[in-house]
Nanobody, 126 residues
Framework: QLKLVESGGGSVQVGGSLRLSCAAS????????MSWFRQAQGKEREFVAS????????HYSRSVTGRFSIRRDNSRNLVYLQMNLLTPEDTAVYFC???????????????????WGQGTQVTVSP
């Protein structure tokens, strides 16, 4: 079992940056693939970024490639999402998710993940 708690959301202007954190508690954090998803108001939840258990492999959605960066600190049970050059289209609730087994860049669907956080709001204003 893993409990995930996101933090770091807030309001920024276009072009600004934010760093989201996801704190995990429970067992075997370092054996879980971790991802970030987001859900804008009135839209479906979408994949943003993922990272393998050891942090070697990462994968990003096209919309954030080159602007966002995911990393993890297994010694502290933390996953981060550094978001740069933010645009209003990045406004959403951001969720941290964990998958209990295996790394694959194809794991971009909600159903692929076993554990979810409660989300943190990111708002980007013009």
């Amino acid at each position: 079992q893993l409990k995930l708690v996101e933090s770091g959301g807030g309001s920024v202007q276009v072009g600004g940056s934010l760093r989201l954190s996801c704190a995990a508690s429970g067992s075997s954090f370092n054996s879980h693939m971790m991802s970030w998803f987001r859900q804008a108001q009135g839209k479906e939840r979408e994949f943003v970024a993922s990272i393998s258990w050891g942090g070697i492999n990462t994968h990003y959605s096209r919309s954030v490639t080159g602007r966002f960066s995911i990393r993890r600190d297994n010694s502290r049970n933390l996953v981060y999402l550094q978001m740069n050059l933010l645009t209003p289209e990045d406004t959403a609730v951001y969720f941290c998710a964990a998958r209990a087994s295996g790394w694959s860049s194809a794991r971009t669907y909600e159903a692929d993940y076993n554990y979810w956080g409660q989300g943190t709001q990111v708002t980007v204003s013009p």
